[in-house]
């Protein structure tokens, strides 16, 4: 079984529709990420999250929400999408205690919104 | 601003030829380094870290890594049509969320 995944895979909505992206883990894992990546734009961070508890905004937050239901769970919503959020979204998790910061990236969701 | 700088490439090599990959950061406090494989429409693939100057070696991977010069770079020896892919190069200071590269796209050929 994967250690972190995500659901949904494959998610197309319409403008103003809110949406969910769903990332669980089986690492035991304290730290939660979400990213977009975007042809030519990279990895971008959108959220992150080292515990219940702590939720920090990364590079580009506006527009998306999260929360953190669980030590296992990390979920993203846009509250209100929009066609420049059409972009794959991945989850990744990495270690507490470790400063080296190891991540690893779940399979991601491509998400289209026309 | 704290940057990753890559090639984007493309990088060509001939099968069995070294590909050499090369990332340049910014933030003088970054204190690890990483090279993820992602193949298109995948997520990333962490295949290397390393943590202090000099060379570290997997397999057919080498991370370099050199400080002074905020330089960091990955070889690939015996390249492999399956070595075809984007390299990303992520950098982290102070635990926090990493900084990727754009990544450089590489291209092996039969």
């Known amino acids: 079984d994967a250690d972190v995944t995500q659901t949904p895979r494959n998610r197309i909505t319409k403008t103003g529709k809110r949406i969910m992206l769903e990332c669980s883990q089986t690492k035991g894992h304290d730290r939660m990420y979400w990213y977009r990546q975007d042809p030519g734009l990279g990895l971008r961070l959108i959220y992150y999250?080292?515990?219940?508890?702590?939720?920090n905004k990364g590079e580009i937050s506006d527009g998306y929400s999260v929360s953190r239901q669980a030590q296992a769970k990390f979920s993203l919503s846009l509250e209100s999408a929009i066609p420049n959020q059409t972009a794959l979204y991945f989850c990744a998790t990495s270690e507490m205690g470790q400063s080296y910061n190891e991540q690893f990236f779940g399979p991601g969701t491509r998400l289209t919104v026309l | 601003q704290k940057e990753v700088e890559q090639n984007s490439g493309p990088l060509s090599v001939p099968e069995g030829a070294i590909a050499s990959l090369n990332c340049t950061y910014s933030?003088?406090?970054?204190?690890?380094f990483f090279w993820y494989r992602q193949y298109s429409g995948k997520s990333p693939e962490l295949i290397m870290s390393?943590?202090?100057?000099g060379d570290k070696e997997d397999g057919r991977f080498t991370a370099q890594l050199n400080k002074a010069s905020q330089y960091v770079s990955l070889l690939i020896r015996d390249s492999q049509p399956s070595d075809s892919a984007t390299y990303l190069c992520?950098?982290?200071?102070?635990?926090?969320?990493?900084?990727f590269g754009k990544g450089t796209t590489l291209s092996v050929s039969s």
């Open positions: 992520a950098v982290n200071q102070a635990g926090t969320a990493l900084i």
């Open positions: 999250s080292f515990d219940v508890k702590d939720i």
């Open positions: 390393i943590y202090s100057n």
């Open positions: 933030d003088r406090g970054s204190q690890s």
